[in-house]
């Protein structure tokens, strides 16, 4: 792989990215506003950029992965962001989640620079950023997913094409209702075991071998029982995915109530201060709905 890779944004999912890439003998730059982050990343063998406009300066493919809208559209477009750095053939892949129509404007912006754009969210979580797992949904066009089809197999096993811009990012979407949901039944069961006094861990054992099986169950299950609400994925950044859905869902006219009682109970767990928690805390809020208190929790059960 001979293309020079810049990697923006050092996060949970940024900083495990860039060292796979580095594992696979990519030479990657990094920039992230947090200095420490980027040290670490130096340390492991990238080279440091001050701004967007450096990592563009010096990179074929610079890989975004950033909190929210404005954050991308800030990097790409500031005054010293990727296109003010940029030069004709320059491809960025943004693989934040980001809103589908602001997606295909930066598209537009990039290519009227002469430059190339694919927007490539992920879903995994920390977990599959770590590991190089990550299922990547990808817009834009065939042709330029192709020669950067390898860069991307260094950060995910599944790499589907999804059409034109901005339908990577409403793949992401349909992924995060389906996802939010499906913690939410994983969260009512685990309550309603815990309620029942039964053993959260047997009952997570009993259902991941039947239908109710999920990623959600195996990965989050465990940590809910054992009162781990460390972020994979932060509370807040969920919620701004389902803001998105909804402006979204819209804009198609789909009617989504499922995902507007997940978002209101995701309201209650950021009331509660959890903004910063990870998502599984939705379990505190069906348990502060059910009455469960300290008094009533066993060894493993969860707590506030």
């Known amino acids: 792989m001979t293309q020079r890779i810049g990697l923006i944004g050092l996060g949970i999912m940024g900083a495990p990215m860039a060292r796979n890439l580095l594992k696979a003998g990519v030479p990657t730059t990094v920039h992230s506003r947090t200095a420490s982050k980027v040290a670490a990343l130096v340390a492991a063998g990238a080279a440091a950029a001050s701004s967007a406009r450096e990592v563009a300066e010096r990179t074929d493919v610079v890989i975004t992965m950033l909190p929210d809208t404005p954050d991308v559209r800030q990097v790409v477009l500031g005054p010293d962001g990727v296109v003010a750095g940029g030069r004709p053939g320059l491809i960025l ?38 590991a190089g797992t990550l299922s990547i949904m990808v817009g834009g066009d065939a042709a330029i997913l192709e020669r950067c089809r ?27 209702v389906v996802g939010a949901l499906t913690l939410h039944a994983v969260v009512e069961g685990l309550v309603l075991a815990r309620q029942a006094g039964m053993d959260m861990a047997g009952v997570i054992e009993a259902l991941s071998g039947g239908a109710a099986d999920s990623w959600m169950l195996r990965n989050l299950g465990p940590r809910m029982a054992a009162g781990d609400f460390a972020p994979g994925f932060f509370v807040r950044l ?18 989504l109530p499922g995902t507007v009682v997940t978002s209101q109970l995701l309201g209650v767990v950021e009331a509660m201060g959890g903004g910063e928690l990870g998502t599984q805390a939705l379990f505190l809020a069906l348990e502060r709905l059910s009455g469960i208190g300290a008094a009533q929790r066993g060894p493993g059960s969860a707590g506030s």
């Open 150 to 176: 390898p860069i991307l197999a260094a950060l995910g096993t599944r790499i589907t094409h999804m059409g034109p811009s901005g339908c990577g990012q409403m793949t992401k979407l349909c992924n995060q």
């Open 93 to 130: 892949i943004d693989m934040s989640t980001i809103a589908p129509a602001a997606t295909r404007a930066l598209a537009e912006s990039l290519a009227a620079h002469g430059m190339h754009m694919l927007d490539a969210p992920v879903s995994g979580g920390e977990s599959g950023a770590i």
């Open 238 to 255: 969920q919620q701004k995915d389902l803001r998105l859905v909804a402006e979204w869902a819209a804009t198609v006219h789909a009617n």
